[in-house]
């Protein structure tokens, strides 16, 4: 989210090409922005915080839809898919009381309405499969799937506090790491409800991020200590890239898998908050690090590839 500033900033929603030309599509000095998507025909979405304590947000595609959003209960957060073509929707009702998440199109009512009682004031968090047709939820502790389409619970973990969750290209399976008793990097099959270990637990082998790349065979993770490691998915392990500085976050695949993206820190504002610039990782043997110019942010947020992988769309701050 962004923070409110005395050196007044402004978010934006920035599409940067191959040859690192970038076009701003719209800009606010008073919203927080965030799940930025790119659609199946190059359309642009993202969403707008306008107040700093609650969504009520838009969506963008050269020009801006308001999104019906519920106004009770109000919404705690939202993420769109991936596609642009879904939108989920954290609730917390406390009359009730019970949380849970809407789904459903941008700008239309719910389709599928999940909801459980309340028990604790964490926040839930979602997470989309590539193509938009599940959704995993994780909250106190246990991670759930669902479908998107009859909302029907595929499979549920309990006992985990993820760090870091990834669904594969094809969505049957999700990679994650657990903070209980430091248990590595673990893959649970949606289809069987069977986890296995894919990194065994150890020194500097606990993982803050993950990005499963589109042929199923590497797995990117942030490690505790801010390196990028790219883990074989049949062998458990693979290259290392040692990071300095703030670790690097929001790690996303091009669509053909032959580049990594993420954000990159680079040092502290005035205000002891970390910058960040955007970074690209040939994931070729010989990989080559390199940063596109110009694209700073104190606030990452998840960056979106077009399906083409010509271009990419990012939200990120810039002076007023």
């Not at 908050?273 to 080559?288: I, K, Q, S």
């Amino acid at each position: 989210m962004a923070v409110k500033n005395p050196e007044r900033m402004r978010s934006t929603l920035t599409v940067i090409d191959r040859s690192g030309q970038q076009t701003n599509l719209w800009s606010s000095r008073s919203a927080a922005m965030g799940s930025p998507c790119v659609g199946s025909h190059g359309e642009i979405g993202g969403l707008v915080q306008p107040h700093f304590d609650r969504l009520s947000g838009r969506l963008f595609d050269g020009a801006a839809h308001v999104l019906r959003l519920p106004r009770s209960p109000e919404p705690t957060w939202g993420l769109l898919s991936p596609t642009c073509a879904m939108l989920a929707t954290g609730i917390t009702d406390e009359k009730k009381p019970r949380s849970g998440v809407d789904l459903g199109p941008p700008g239309g009512a719910p389709t599928l309405r999940l909801r459980w009682p309340l028990q604790s004031e964490t926040l839930d968090t979602a997470l989309w499969s590539p193509s938009g047709t599940r959704v995993g939820i994780a909250d106190r502790g246990r991670v759930r799937v669902f479908d998107v389409a009859t909302g029907r619970e595929l499979v549920r973990l309990n006992d985990v506090d993820t760090s870091a969750a990834a669904f594969s290209a094809d969505g049957t399976q999700i990679a994650f790491h657990t903070t209980r008793e430091d248990r590595g990097m673990q893959v649970l099959t949606i289809d069987t409800g069977t986890t296995r270990i894919l990194v065994p637990p150890g020194e500097n082998r606990s993982f803050d991020g993950f990005a499963w790349s589109p042929d199923g065979r590497t797995i990117a993770g942030v490690t505790d200590e801010g390196a990028i490691e790219l883990v074989d998915t049949t062998l458990g392990y693979g290259p290392t890239l040692e990071i300095q500085g703030p670790p690097p976050t929001h790690l996303t695949w091009s669509p053909d898998g032959s580049r990594l993206s993420f954000w990159l820190g680079f040092g502290a504002t005035p205000y002891d908050l970390p910058l960040y610039e955007l970074a690209l990782l040939d994931a070729r043997p010989g990989a080559r690090l390199s940063r596109v110019p110009g694209v700073t942010t104190r606030a990452p947020d998840a960056i979106a590839w077009s399906p083409d992988g010509a271009r990419f769309a990012v939200w990120r701050e810039t002076r007023r």
